[in-house]
């Protein structure tokens, strides 16, 4: 026989039931002493604006309010912090910046310059913490900020952008915070971390499952590290600084019997042709491949030394200046990687393009379409010359890989000639598209005054080929391009009206 749900348990389904409806929480807390504490720990699980009413089915505070409440009464303010699992400072967009269209938006860090009352209180439950860009507040270092928050019960400690990280920081993660699982800390300046402290940190967290350090320590990444990372027994994901010789070396070293990344299934880095082709004896069953090369020499081979990963479900190339990548080798990753449903090839506004050799065309195209099939989920191919794609590229896309949700591709066609009639395969679940054109090529193109049932014919003709798109962008179009690019945009609009274009 069950027993009977003692109260707290009915007024917890009761508060869990109707969370979501608004004001109800904030009612609940004035009921009952029981109805009270049960509320505020479903209120106070979470604070801070970066985590919105969906994310919980119902509001949680703002930083602001908490410490608010801690200018008035510390007491009261330590009551709640008590309850606070997730804690995240956030920059809110300004009125000024939400009226502009600019890509180069500057955020009102809203959140952070509540940071010194919240460093009066104790958060003994919190695990999850995550500062946004900190607008460095008052001059304050970036470390001066967060290091009160490395509490010991902490498994998730994010800062996206900032200064000033120094031995201290790592001194405190290693012996205050044993639970760690996640570090991340990305697009940090003015960094001055030891290699004997950066090491004595990576030795202690065996608990580590995801380290995302690559843009945080400018040189201050060393063998000895890369050594101890290579030990932790627990770690699936990985972003390092570039991987130099010296550090396969020192792995070489190492006692035979030692296990080397054993649980490691992410890997974001730098690394030469030569040594990712050394790696995969250290890392066979890698499924997530993301290189950045553009602080390398020259790459020509790095397709094929990936195609050695055959456990790769997804492959992100980054490439650096007079790179090149052959239809061999392309073909070759497709092939000896029967997993891979996500594959990027360059990126679109970036300055260093691979150098495609001349015999990837349009054939090449279909033959890695026909390899890919229904598999590939995301694709993108950016290539320094555009002219060597064309709409062929993309029908056999649409005939082959019928499971694209996202692809950018980097061609060259004619929108009259390309859309004059229905297409004749479609893609069922595509919903991002992005064509790459040559700027100059498409400028030199004549144009034509294309009027408004020509502009919609062709707009109607792009949801033919993708019924589901909800994104639709073209990199250095003219006119004619930029002018179909709003007219499927505004269908979008119209089809679906709370979605925001990018």
């Not at 800062?159 to 697009?187: I, M, Q, T, Y």
């Not at 449903?341 to 260093?352: E, V």
């Not at 993708?466 to 930029?482: H, Q, R, T």
């Amino acid at each position: 026989m069950h027993r009977a749900l003692f109260l707290p348990e009915i007024i917890k389904i009761i508060l869990e039931t109707e969370s979501s409806s608004p004001g109800f929480l904030h009612t609940c807390l004035l009921i009952s002493k029981t109805f009270s504490l049960e509320a505020t720990r479903m209120l106070w699980y979470a604070c801070g604006a970066y985590y919105p009413p969906e994310v919980y089915s119902h509001v949680t505070p703002d930083i602001k309010h908490l410490a608010q409440i801690a200018i008035e009464d510390v007491r009261r303010a330590q009551y709640y912090a008590n309850f606070i699992h997730v804690l995240s400072f956030y920059q809110e967009e300004t009125r000024e910046d939400s009226e502009e269209e600019d890509y180069d938006i500057d955020f009102e860090p809203e959140e952070i310059k509540w940071h010194k009352e919240l460093v009066s209180l104790q958060f003994p439950q919190l695990e999850d913490f995550t500062l946004f860009k900190d607008g460095h507040q008052g001059g304050m270092k970036t470390e001066d900020i967060i290091t009160h928050f490395a509490q010991p019960n902490i498994k998730e400690f994010r800062v996206h952008e900032g200064d000033g990280l120094s031995d201290s920081l790592f001194h405190k993660l290693a012996h205050s915070c044993p639970r760690l699982k996640v570090l991340e800390l990305s697009n940090m300046d003015e960094s001055n971390v030891s290699e004997d402290t950066l090491v004595q940190f990576l030795t202690k967290a065996d608990t580590l499952t995801w380290l995302a350090i690559r843009t945080a320590l400018h040189g201050g990444w060393y063998d000895k590290a890369f050594l101890a990372t290579a030990r932790l027994p627990n770690l699936s994901h990985i972003a390092i600084p570039d991987i130099q010789d010296t550090w396969l070396d020192s792995i070489r070293q190492m006692n035979s019997s030692t296990p080397i990344f054993p649980s490691l299934k992410e890997l974001e880095t730098g690394i030469s042709d030569h040594n990712l082709e050394c790696l995969v004896r250290y890392l066979p069953n890698l499924e997530l491949l993301d290189i950045d090369l553009e602080d390398l020499p020259p790459s020509h081979n790095i397709l094929a030394s990936a195609s050695n990963f055959i456990n790769l479900t997804s492959l992100t190339v980054k490439f650096s200046r007079k790179s090149s990548i052959s239809s061999n080798d392309l073909l070759l990753l497709v092939q000896n990687c029967p997993s891979l449903d996500r594959l990027a090839l360059g990126q679109p506004r970036s300055t260093n393009f691979p150098r495609s050799e001349l015999d990837i065309t349009d054939s090449t195209i279909d033959e890695v379409a026909q390899i890919l099939g229904t598999r590939i989920l995301s694709l993108v191919i950016v290539l320094d010359r555009p002219t060597l794609l064309t709409w062929r590229s993309v029908c056999s896309l649409a005939r082959y890989c019928k499971n694209l949700v996202g692809l950018t591709i980097s061609c060259n066609f004619n929108w009259q000639n390309s859309l004059s009639s229905t297409p004749r395969h479609i893609f069922p679940a595509l919903e991002q598209l992005e064509f790459v054109f040559d700027m100059v090529i498409r400028h030199m193109q004549p144009l034509r005054d294309l009027d408004l049932d020509t502009v919609e014919v062709g707009a109607e003709r792009i949801f033919s080929l993708a019924p589901k798109l909800s994104n639709f962008w073209i990199e250095d179009g003219n006119i004619n391009d930029n002018d179909l690019r709003k007219a499927v945009m505004d269908i979008v609009d119209l089809r679906n009206p709370d979605t925001d274009e990018d």
